[in-house]
C-alpha cells in the first residue's frame, strides 16, 4: 500500500523546462519552487521581471506541494465564525475574502495559462457528528450569509443528496459551501512554473542553497552548493524547512506529518468533505480514486514537531496512521465498503501558534521576504499570496494580504 510517491507525483507531467545555469547576479531570488515560490515567480515575470527559482529537487512540486490533497477549499484555518471570535469580525472577512479572490484568480490564471485540465470544480462539506460541532458549523453558516457568502447548514437527509452517496446515522448535517475547485497538485504547480518560464522566469533545479545573507551597501548573497549569487532581493518560500535559512523561526514554524491514502476508483462522486473540526478529511481525484487524511490526533503529539529529513521531502511513514485511515473510509462512506485501498503517502505541513502563514517582509532586513507556514492550507491561498506579495516586492501595497498574516508579529 505505501508509495514512495503521492499520486499527483506517479500521475503527472514531467518537468521539462530546461534548468538555468546559475547567475551571478539577479533582481529577485526565489528560494523554493513548490506552489508558492512558483505562482510568485510568475507574478514577478508577468510584470517584465525576470526572477530567478532556486530548488533542491529536480523538479518543483516535489516537496509538500505535490503531496498534498490538492484542495482549494474557501476560508482560513479555522471556521468563519471562529475566526471572527479570534481576530475580530474585519481581519477573519479579509482572511476569508482572500481565498475567494485565491479561487478567482486560480479560474483567471488556468484559462489564460492552458491549464484548465489541472482544475475540477467540487463543493465543500463539513460534516458533524457531535453537537457541538454542529452548533459552530451552523454559527459559520450564518456568519458566512451575513457576509455574503453562500453557505448552508444542511440536515442529514440534505447532506447525503449534496454528498451524492450516503452517509451513516451518526452525522447530524453538516455545513455546505458551492463554488470550490480542486486541481491535480503537481500538474497544477509544474503548469505554473513552465508559464512562469515562458514568461521570463529562471528555474536551476537540484540546487541546495546554504545560505543567504545582506551585503554591505545593499542587496543578498546567496551561497549554494553550485555557487554564488548576488540578488536585490530574497524570497524564502520553503515552508516548513524555512527555519534551515531563517533559524529566527524556528520557535514560530512547528512541522507537521500529514498522511493520506488513496482507494481505487469508485463510480460515484463526492465534494470535498471534513470531519471533526478538520482532522479527518477527504475528497476525490479526477479518476474517481478517493482520498481521506488526517487522524493526527490518533497520534502521540499530533505529529507535530517532527524531525525533518536532512535530504529528503518527507518524513518516515506511519503504515499503523494508514491502516487507520483505510478502516476509516468505510464508516463514514458505506459505499466504499470493500474498495481496496492502493496507494498511501505521507507530506510535511508547517504551523505557526495562532494558525495564520507568514506572508510579508522580514522585519528590519531591506529586500527579505517570506512566504511560508500555511498551516495546511496552503493551496487556497496558492494565487493571492504570490500575486499580491509580488505587488509588494515591486513597490506596490499588497493590501490583499491579511494583518494576521504579518511576520512581524513574532518577530
Not at 484568480?105 to 489541472?118: D, I, K, M, N, Q
Not at 455574503?148 to 440536515?155: F, Q, V
Not at 528555474?203 to 545582506?214: K, M
Request: include cysteine; aromatic fraction near 6%; glycine fraction near 12%.
Amino acid at each position: 500500500m505505501q508509495s514512495p510517491d503521492s499520486y499527483w507525483l506517479a500521475t503527472g507531467p514531467d518537468w521539462t523546462t530546461g534548468g538555468a545555469a546559475l547567475p551571478r547576479r539577479t533582481g529577485v531570488c526565489v528560494l523554493g519552487a513548490g506552489v508558492m515560490g512558483s505562482t510568485l515567480a510568475y507574478w514577478l515575470a508577468r510584470a517584465g521581471h525576470r526572477p530567478l527559482v532556486l530548488d533542491r529537487n529536480p523538479a518543483p512540486a516535489m516537496g509538500s506541494s505535490g503531496r498534498n490533497a490538492g484542495r482549494l477549499i474557501q476560508g482560513g484555518n479555522a471556521q468563519h465564525a471562529l475566526a471572527i471570535e479570534k481576530f475580530g469580525h474585519d481581519e477573519a472577512l479579509a482572511i476569508y475574502r482572500a481565498t475567494l479572490v485565491n479561487r478567482d484568480l486560480v479560474r483567471e490564471v488556468a484559462a489564460r495559462e492552458g491549464l484548465e485540465a489541472t482544475r475540477f470544480p467540487t463543493t465543500k462539506l463539513d460534516l458533524a457528528v457531535t453537537e457541538d460541532e454542529a452548533a459552530e458549523l451552523k454559527r459559520t453558516a450564518g456568519a458566512l450569509r451575513a457576509d455574503g457568502i453562500a453557505a448552508d447548514w444542511l440536515d442529514l437527509p440534505a447532506a447525503r443528496e449534496a454528498f451524492g452517496t450516503d452517509l451513516p446515522d451518526t452525522v447530524l448535517g453538516g455545513l455546505h459551501r458551492p463554488d470550490q475547485d480542486a486541481v491535480h497538485s503537481v500538474a497544477y504547480v509544474r503548469g505554473m512554473a513552465d508559464a512562469a518560464a515562458r514568461h521570463g522566469a529562471e528555474f536551476a533545479c537540484g540546487i541546495t542553497v546554504t545560505s543567504a545573507e545582506p551585503v554591505a551597501g545593499g542587496g543578498w548573497l546567496v551561497t549554494t552548493d553550485a555557487g554564488q549569487v548576488i540578488a536585490d532581493q530574497v524570497v524564502v518560500a520553503l515552508n516548513a524547512w524555512t527555519p534551515r535559512l531563517l533559524p529566527e523561526l524556528a520557535p514560530v514554524i512547528t512541522p507537521v506529518r500529514g498522511q493520506l491514502v488513496q482507494t481505487a476508483p469508485v463510480s460515484f462522486r463526492i465534494p470535498q468533505w471534513g470531519l471533526d473540526r478538520g482532522l479527518l478529511y477527504g475528497g476525490q481525484t479526477p479518476d474517481g480514486s478517493l482520498l481521506i487524511g488526517g487522524l493526527r490526533n490518533t497520534v502521540p503529539g499530533r505529529d507535530e514537531g517532527i524531525d525533518l529529513p536532512e535530504d529528503g521531502n518527507t518524513p518516515a511513514f506511519s503504515p499503523e496512521l494508514a491502516d487507520r485511515l483505510a478502516e476509516a473510509l468505510p464508516s463514514l462512506l458505506p459505499e466504499a465498503t470493500g474498495v481496496p485501498v492502493v496507494r498511501a503517502w505521507s507530506g510535511v505541513m508547517a504551523f505557526t501558534p495562532d494558525r495564520c502563514p507568514l506572508v510579508g517582509a522580514w522585519p528590519g532586513a531591506d529586500g527579505l521576504w517570506v512566504m511560508a507556514a500555511f498551516n495546511g492550507h496552503g493551496m487556497p491561498y496558492s494565487q493571492v499570496m504570490p500575486e499580491q506579495l509580488a505587488e509588494r516586492i515591486l513597490g506596490g501595497r499588497g493590501d490583499g494580504i491579511p494583518a494576521a498574516f504579518d511576520p512581524a508579529r513574532f518577530l
